[in-house]
Nanobody, 128 residues
Framework: QVQLVESGGGLVQAGGFLRLSCAAS????????MGWIRQAPGKERDFVAA??????????YYADSVKGRFTISRENAENTVYLQMNSLKPEDTAIYYC???????????????????WGQGTQVIVSS
């Protein structure tokens, strides 16, 4: 049973920062990628960032709206993916979900249907 558990959300003022964590457990995956997806109130889920590995190479992808402000990273030993969010804006307010896609390709990082497992989400609120 695969589990993804997010943490690190909260309330922060505009211009502040938060660090989200996503701990994966339950299986060993050989070829996969992980992403952060967010859903603002009344809106659809939007891609935020993703990280995937091919051989010794690591690839990172970001939505245009967060480039230069957010950084996705991974701690291999802990099987944990992080999302460092700096210079937060009120429009970043959303529930942030961690997701894992088996065989995730660079062409699929932004497609919700390509993620096989999802966490329960963590709330981020940015006040103006």
């Amino acid at each position: 049973q695969v589990q993804l558990v997010e943490s690190g959300g909260g309330l922060v003022q505009a211009g502040g920062f938060l660090r989200l964590s996503c701990a994966a457990s339950g299986r060993t995956f050989r070829n996969y990628g992980m992403g952060w997806i967010r859903q603002a109130p009344g809106k659809e889920r939007d891609f935020v960032a993703a990280i995937r590995w091919s051989g010794d190479n690591t690839y990172k992808y970001y939505a245009d709206s967060v480039k230069g402000r957010f950084t996705i990273s991974r701690e291999n030993a802990e099987n944990t993916v992080y999302l460092q969010m700096n210079s937060l804006k009120p429009e970043d307010t959303a529930i942030y979900y961690c997701a894992l896609g088996e065989g995730l390709t660079m062409f699929a990082v932004g497609e919700m249907a390509k993620y096989d497992y999802w966490g329960q989400g963590t709330q981020v609120i940015v006040s103006s």
